[in-house]
């Protein structure tokens, strides 16, 4: 399984690359994303990578694969989704949630405490609302 998904963006990734930088670049993005949860886009949309997966999503918005199903036109944060015939729509899918991660290092539980890290994470999506919060703080000086 792991092999034919390998090969299968192997395929995808290095179909369309004319220059050899961006045939090394997409291939060590490809063994990455075999090995991480999560990988980085280097040069985000304007980069090799950022490039292949906008025409992949935009070849799949244009055969019919990212219109909202069920939910009359709209994503899960009740925003109009755009149409594929309106020509300034996106190419990408409605998001279906945001996430918001707030991350601190203050001292804690009084001023004079030594600086800890602090951390806040938020989902928002149509039908829920998710907060959880990981604080720390100095037990050395109560």
């Not at 399984?1 to 045939?23: C, G, H, N, P, T």
Request: charged residues 30%; contains cysteine.
């Amino acid at each position: 399984m792991m092999v034919s998904r390998f090969q299968s963006l192997k395929a995808k990734f290095s179909s369309e690359v004319a220059r050899d930088d961006e045939k090394e670049e997409l291939a060590r993005f490809v063994d990455c994303i075999m090995e991480k949860p999560e990988v980085k886009v280097i040069g985000a949309a304007k980069g090799p990578v950022g490039r292949v997966v906008h025409r992949m999503f935009a070849a799949a918005r244009t055969r019919g694969r990212f219109t909202p199903a069920g939910n009359g036109g709209e994503s899960a944060l009740g925003e109009e989704a755009p149409t594929p015939a309106t020509p300034t729509s996106s190419d990408f899918p409605p998001p279906e949630g945001r996430e918001f991660i707030l991350r601190t290092e203050c001292p804690r539980p009084a001023p004079y405490s030594q600086v800890s890290p602090h951390r806040m994470y938020c989902v928002l999506t149509r039908e829920e609302f998710r907060l959880s919060a990981a604080f720390s703080e100095d037990t050395a000086f109560h």
